[in-house]
């Protein structure tokens, strides 16, 4: 069985989350493949409301991605997100990346939704075929899915625990939706158990969400499910492979 923790963080610029230290990590749990994000601390200045996106922010996330494209680790396979910003640079949007992260906070500045790059870089991730890890306030996440990407694969992180609560979106009807995936990251037990229920192994990722949990940790909620081989393994590296195209 080959394990994949599809969420996690690595980067050197504004945080420390060194790669050699993660891999170490992974391979105690016994994890062959990591989906690797940029910082959110590399990509804007969460802490600032009015934050207004710049060239020097812009060469910083140029940097944190150039990090992961760089990463070559003879045991663990790495697969890179893109984290758009503001820019909506759809044309660093190399063949490399399995994925893109999307990413704020209620307290966080805000993506420009109307400016029509965001419209452009969609259409990309689109004809690419590429998911998207979707983290926003409920309300966006709302308009997101039903205005922005009703056909492009979305994954929601934390089975929505950051966006709006499990129990929101799914009032919301968002699980309902084909085109809407979950990843366990740092998700409470309760919470995978009842989404497995209703929607089965086929739409849900596992992810540690390192540094905010570590891979062991969030490996164990998975084995502890007692699911049937097949589910788990759909869980821990099939679903993820799959839906980004993966060999």
Same mark, same amino acid.
């Given at each position: 069985?080959?394990?994949?923790? $599809?969420?996690?963080?690595?980067?050197?610029?504004?945080?420390?989350?060194?790669?050699?230290?993660?891999?170490?990590?992974?391979? *105690?749990?016994?994890?062959?493949?990591?989906?690797?994000?940029?910082?959110?601390?590399?990509?804007?200045?969460? @802490?600032?409301?009015?934050?207004?996106?710049?060239?020097?922010?812009?060469?910083?996330?140029?940097?944190?991605?150039?990090?992961?494209?760089?990463? #070559?680790?003879?045991e663990i396979e790495t697969y890179p997100y893109f984290f758009v910003w503001n820019d909506f640079a759809w044309e660093d949007l190399s063949p490399e990346y399995v994925a893109v992260k999307w990413h704020r906070h209620g307290n966080e500045p805000e993506y420009h939704y109307h400016d029509p790059r965001c419209r452009?870089?969609? #259409?990309?991730? #689109?004809?690419?075929?590429?998911?998207?890890?979707?983290?926003?306030?409920?309300?966006?996440?709302?308009?997101?899915?039903?205005?922005?990407?009703?056909?492009?694969?979305?994954?929601?992180?934390?089975?929505?625990?950051?966006?709006?609560?499990?129990? $929101?979106?799914?009032? *919301?009807?968002?699980?309902?939706?084909?085109?809407?995936?979950?990843?366990?990251?740092?998700?409470?037990?309760?919470?995978?158990?009842? @989404?497995? $229920?209703?929607?089965? *192994?086929?739409?849900?990722?596992?992810? $540690?969400?390192?540094?905010?949990? @570590?891979?062991?940790?969030?490996?164990? #909620?998975?084995?502890?499910?007692?699911?049937?081989?097949?589910?788990?393994? *759909?869980?821990?590296?099939?679903?993820?492979?799959?839906?980004?195209?993966?060999?």
């Open positions: 069985m080959q394990i994949i923790d $599809s969420h996690l963080h690595t980067g050197i610029q504004n945080v420390s989350w060194r790669w050699e230290d993660i891999r170490l990590l992974l391979r *105690a749990a016994g994890i062959q493949g990591a989906g690797v994000i940029p910082p959110v601390e590399d990509v804007y200045d969460r @802490y600032n409301y009015h934050f207004r996106d710049n060239p020097q922010w812009q060469a910083c996330r140029r940097r944190a991605h150039r990090y992961l494209l760089d990463l #070559k680790d003879p452009e870089f969609l #259409k990309v991730v #689109k004809d690419r075929g590429l998911p998207i890890l979707l983290e926003e306030t409920l309300a966006n996440t709302v308009f997101f899915l039903e205005h922005l990407a009703p056909n492009i694969p979305v994954i929601i992180p934390h089975l929505g625990a950051l966006s709006g609560g499990y129990d $929101s979106l799914r009032r *919301a009807g968002v699980w309902n939706l084909p085109n809407v995936y979950a990843d366990s990251a740092v998700a409470e037990f309760g919470h995978i158990e009842d @989404y497995l $229920s209703r929607h089965g *192994a086929t739409r849900l990722m596992f992810g $540690s969400d390192y540094p905010f949990s @570590y891979p062991d940790v969030e490996l164990a #909620k998975i084995r502890r499910l007692n699911l049937p081989e097949a589910d788990t393994q *759909a869980v821990l590296g099939d679903n993820f492979r799959r839906l980004c195209r993966l060999r």
